[in-house]
Structures are given as structure tokens and as C-alpha cells.
């Protein structure tokens, strides 16, 4: 199976081990992404607020690229994902607003016309067609490890633009768990905000909401959170040391990117996959694997 | 038979709210509202709850069900079964309970006060009303369906943590009025609303999108306020600095850099904010995370460029 890679910045800039991770991962899974090396940023929900139409004209620009290649996008962040699906649906909403936009991509060469889907590297996998292969391809089953998902709003809401059955209970991260032999943690937090698109305006309300949502999945008895979004990754992993929440605990909790957790099932290291980068060790997902520590209660 | 699991809480018998349970036969088509009707007359009258109109017009009878704000009214009862045939209620979050599911709304109320929710209008009032044109009236039209219902309110994810965020119902408010062709205060709205726990407080989780019962949809009401402070040239904020940075540095280079946008967020000159990204840089930089310096852009990046420069931007 052959994707259009749409990488994010994130997972080119400060969460590389994504993009390390998910290269690995595609590779263990059979398949074959194809880096968009000039579609532009998503504007992540931020360009538009300056401008809505500029940012639809260089999603839409990027759309076309994936057109022209005859190719699905695959996305690896949930912001990347959520933008460029808002995206689609105001291309989709009225054709004069298509027309426009298209207008301004002619001169570029581009045009959208609406045939390629965009689907985030989870809903790739929570089909059943991807649960087959991945089951199929699993050297190193993740058993005993219990991993709560952290989904990251954006691949969620609003529900119309989502990929997941029931956006507000939603079970695909954990089908993917389970496929992988890990123990799934439900726990109410995981459909929440990480906070990390208020950091730099309201951090301690930032901070308030990761720890928040640490403190529940810790509470759950969760080994490790999952994300599918670098966002709530740097969130949850880089600024954990300064949540108070997880200070007044005397508790921290390793995340994973999930091409990272899905890379560690199909037998890659976790140095292969940059899990000795992250800011929170992970060194504990190992022995929790390798049996020489327990997993929590 | 469905389980109603509600929570109760009468602070003049019991301070802890707890949860009873209520089995019911839910008819065919009952609402949830009929179904807590149904308790109050036929098992516990005790059972407090708002409700007023049963046509999802009032806003008064919003809850929590299984985690999440929605008019009880506006849905069926059978719909909202989970794998136990159990609905859970909950009063509104984000407001104290007074008694069962009633919730203590002077906080909301006060919040869409603080918002100047009338016309400010430009002159005199003329002899007959103030005509709008039909592409005026479509810029607030969403907006001015809320029904003030509070359902946003309990599930925004900001004012969880924060108690001085606006919040969704009031800052959607503010849009009516912002975007209203008649009001003459359109830059003095802006520049309070981007003061702390106004729009640049919101974190796009989209909470209130999912929960608004109307086409009002706060977050989509947030942005177009944040497009409007922008084109008035309200810049001084983390918030419109974090916007422009971030368009700046796509306009540059079609993606963006890292490195640049927490700094310019701050604004080169607020040194505590510049102090206060120290320990996340450093924490980074000691695990080889910060983004690389040399920023590249993408592949054909004059195009994007293009486009910048084909709208103005």
C-alpha cells in the first residue's frame, strides 16, 4: 500500500523520532510512504485565524500534490490531520468557494478536485484490513505493557471531520493496543485537550490540562501514553517536568509517539526508534517488556 | 429496562454528592427529558432538574450525559444507552451544583456581561430600524442562534483549569456584536477581548463545537474574532504575535520554525516571558530535540509564496 506522507513540521523539527519512528514502522508494515517534500505546513488551525482562505489555498495546494501522485495522504500528527480535513470540508461545502480557491492555485500549476483522501496513520491501522497486516507482521507482542491513549482533539472534533466511529468514546488507538498485545487504559482524559496550543499564552491552564490528563492516566494504572499527535507529545512529554500536578505525585509516565509503540511491536529497538531522545526516559517500557520490572496497578 | 444513574446531591442532608440509580422503561421516542420526568412524578419527586420549553428553545434543561454536555430535550433516551443500558447524568461541569443536576449559572452570566452583549450603535437611531444587508446579517447570523444553554461552558476544556477564561457562550456572544455592521466599537471589543482570558485562552480543543446544540459553535465564532483583532492591528498579545509568527514563517518557507515562534510569541522585549522558555529549551537541548538550526524550506516553496502574495498576505 502506497501513501502520499504529508510529515507535519513537528515531526521534522523538534519531535524527529516521529518521523524516525514512522519510517521504520511503515517499513515493518509493508508500506510505502512518499514524503511530500513541497506541500506546505497545515497552518495547524493558526494561519487561519489570520486568514481562512490563505489557509485553504495551501492545503488545497497541497491536496492537488497528492492528486497528481494518484495517491491517499497519510498524516502522523492529529493537528495535521484535523486542519486539512476542515480544509476539505469547506473546499466540499460550496463549489464557488472551491472555484476560488482553485483560482488562486491555477497559476501554480495546481488544481483540487477532491480524490484524494486523508487519513491519520491510526485510522490507516484501525481497519480491517490494516489490523490484519499488522497483526500478521508482529515479531515482538507488547504483552503486559498497559498504554493509555491520548488521542489530541483535533482527530476527533469536530465529529463530522473524523475518521473514528464514535468520536466521543472512541476505541481505535486501543484496537490498535490490543492488536499489538498491550493492555488498553480507558480513561476519561483521553479524548482531551494536551493544552499545548495555549503554552505560550496561558501556560499554567496549559500545564493544568496535561496534568490533568497525566494524572488520570497514571490514576487508570497506565504504563505509558500513546499519542498520534507531536503536539500533545511535547505537551505531555517535554513540559512534563514543570506539571505541578505530576510534582505534588512524585509520579512521572514515559509517552510514545504510536508509530513508535507500533515500531517496537514489529521488532525494532527502541533506540531505532529514538525513544532515548525523549525527555521523560522510557528506559521503563523495556523492562516492563523484558519482565525485569512490574507493570502498574 | 434502562438504568438512570444519576447523581444527587442536597447539601442540606448529605455535603457529598452521590449517585442512585433508577430503572425505567423508556418509551418509544421519549426524550431524555421525558425519561426524567418520568422519575420526578413516578419515583422521586425529590429529583431537582431545569426544564422549561421541551423544543430545544429554551436552554434550560442541559446536563451531563455519559460525560457529555447536550439539551436533555433534544435527545432520545434510547439513544444514549451505553453497552449496560445505563445512562449516566451529571449536572453541568465547570459550574458549582446546587442541588441535583442545577448548576449555579452567576459565573456564565457574569462572564456574557462582561462582553457588552448590545448594539453599541454608530449614530442617532434612524426613524425606521436599522436595515442590515443579507450578507451583514449572515456574518452574525450563527452566532445569535445560541440559546444560552450552557452546554459549551460545562465541557470547555480551558476553563477547567482556568475560571478566568471567558469561555465559549460568551466569547461566541462577543462575535454577534464584533462582526454586527451597525456596532461602532468594533476595535475597543477587540482589544479587550484579547486580553488574558479572552480569545487567545481558547485551546482549540473544539469541545464547545460538539456540544452546541445550535449552529452557534463557539470555537468558529473564537476564530473569526481573532481574523477581526488581527486585520485591527491588536498585536500586542502572545496570542496575535504567535498568529503572525507562525504565518511569517510559513510565508518564508512554507513550514514552520520551531525555533523562532516561541521567542517572537514572547515578544523580543518581555523578558519574563523570554526567561520562562529557558527550562523547556534547555531540556531539549540536552536531548538533541531542538529543531535544526539551519531552518531549510519546503521544495518549491516559491509558489507558496505565491499565494502569499496573491492574497495580500
Known amino acids: ?297 | 429496562m434502562a438504568t438512570f444513574r444519576i447523581k444527587r446531591f442536597n447539601p442540606e442532608k448529605q455535603p457529598e454528592p452521590y449517585f442512585e440509580e433508577f430503572n425505567l422503561d423508556i418509551p418509544d421516542g421519549a426524550t431524555l427529558l421525558d425519561c426524567m420526568n418520568e422519575i420526578k412524578w413516578t419515583l422521586d419527586g425529590s429529583l431537582s432538574y431545569r426544564m422549561s420549553c421541551r423544543s430545544a428553545i429554551c436552554g434550560s434543561c442541559a446536563v451531563k450525559a455519559n460525560g457529555h454536555a447536550l439539551l436533555a430535550c433534544q435527545r432520545q433516551g434510547a439513544h444514549l444507552l451505553d453497552n449496560d443500558d445505563t445512562i449516566t447524568l451529571e449536572p453541568l461541569g465547570n459550574m458549582k451544583p446546587i442541588k441535583d443536576l442545577v448548576v449555579d449559572f452567576t459565573p456564565f452570566w457574569d462572564k456574557i456581561n462582561k462582553v457588552k452583549p448590545y448594539l453599541e450603535p454608530k449614530d442617532e437611531p434612524p426613524a425606521k430600524e436599522r436595515r442590515q444587508s443579507q450578507e451583514e446579517f449572515s456574518i452574525i447570523d450563527d452566532s445569535s442562534t445560541c440559546i444560552m444553554c450552557g452546554a459549551c461552558y460545562s465541557d470547555c476544556n480551558t476553563l477547567e483549569v482556568d475560571d478566568n477564561f471567558l469561555g465559549p457562550a460568551a466569547l461566541a456572544k462577543a462575535q454577534r456584536f464584533v462582526g454586527d455592521s451597525r456596532d461602532s466599537k468594533t476595535l475597543q471589543r477587540v482589544q479587550d477581548l484579547s486580553e488574558p482570558g479572552g480569545i487567545w485562552d481558547c485551546t482549540h480543543c473544539a469541545e464547545c463545537v460538539e456540544r452546541c446544540p445550535k449552529p452557534a459553535r463557539p470555537f468558529d465564532r473564537i476564530k473569526e474574532i481573532m481574523t477581526v483583532a488581527l486585520e485591527q492591528g491588536v498585536h500586542n498579545n502572545n496570542g496575535a504575535r504567535h498568529a503572525l509568527s507562525f504565518t511569517n514563517s510559513v510565508k518564508r518557507s512554507g513550514n514552520l520554525n520551531e525555533n523562532r515562534i516561541p521567542v517572537e510569541s514572547m515578544g523580543i522585549f518581555n523578558i519574563p516571558g523570554l526567561l520562562s522558555l529557558i527550562p523547556i529549551g534547555r531540556r531539549m537541548l540536552l536531548k538533541g530535540k531542538v529543531p535544526p538550526v539551519i531552518h531549510h524550506s519546503i521544495d518549491e516553496v516559491d509558489d507558496v509564496k505565491r499565494i502569499f502574495k496573491e492574497l495580500d498576505q
Open chain 1, 1 to 297: 500500500m502506497k501513501f502520499a506522507l504529508f510529515t507535519g513540521c513537528v515531526a521534522k523539527g523538534a519531535t524527529r523520532e516521529l518521523m524516525l519512528s514512522t519510517t521504520k514502522a511503515a517499513e515493518g508494515l509493508g508500506f510505502e510512504f512518499i514524503e511530500m517534500k513541497s506541500a506546505s505546513c497545515c497552518g495547524a488551525g493558526v494561519v487561519s485565524e489570520k486568514s481562512p482562505l490563505l489557509a485553504d489555498a495551501l492545503n488545497a495546494r497541497s491536496f492537488s500534490i497528492a492528486e497528481k501522485q494518484g495517491l491517499d495522504i497519510v498524516t502522523i500528527c492529529s493537528t495535521c490531520q484535523g486542519t486539512l480535513k476542515k480544509t476539505e470540508a469547506h473546499l466540499n461545502e460550496s463549489k464557488e468557494y472551491k472555484e476560488k480557491v482553485n483560482d488562486i492555485l491555477e497559476d501554480g500549476g495546481h488544481q483540487y478536485n477532491g480524490t484524494t483522501r486523508i487519513k491519520h496513520f491510526a485510522n490507516i491501522l484501525a481497519t480491517e484490513e490494516g489490523m490484519a497486516r499488522l497483526k500478521s507482521r508482529i515479531k515482538r507482542p507488547l504483552t503486559g505493557l498497559k498504554v493509555a491513549a491520548f488521542y489530541g482533539c483535533y482527530v476527533l472534533r469536530p465529529s463530522e471531520n473524523s475518521d473514528f466511529e464514535n468520536p466521543d468514546n472512541p476505541t481505535g488507538m486501543e484496537d490498535i493496543f490490543a492488536a499489538l498485545g498491550a493492555t488498553p487504559v480507558y480513561y476519561p482524559s483521553r479524548v482531551k485537550c494536551c493544552g499545548f496550543p495555549i503554552v505560550m499564552m496561558n501556560k499554567d491552564a496549559s500545564l493544568g490540562m496535561s496534568g490533568n490528563a497525566l494524572v488520570d492516566a497514571i490514576d487508570n494504572g497506565a504504563d505509558v501514553v500513546a499519542t498520534g499527535c507531536p503536539l500533545c507529545h511535547l505537551s505531555l512529554d517535554s513540559y512534563q517536568p514543570e506539571i505541578e500536578a505530576l510534582q505534588k505525585k512524585n509520579q512521572s509516565i514515559p509517552i510514545l509517539h504510536l508509530p513508535q509503540l507500533v515500531a517496537l511491536a514489529l521488532g525494532y529497538t527502541p533506540t531505532q526508534l529514538g525513544m532515548d531522545s525523549h525527555i521523560v526516559s522510557t528506559l521503563k517500557i523495556n523492562q516492563i517488556l523484558s519482565g525485569s520490572a512490574p507493570s502498574s496497578h
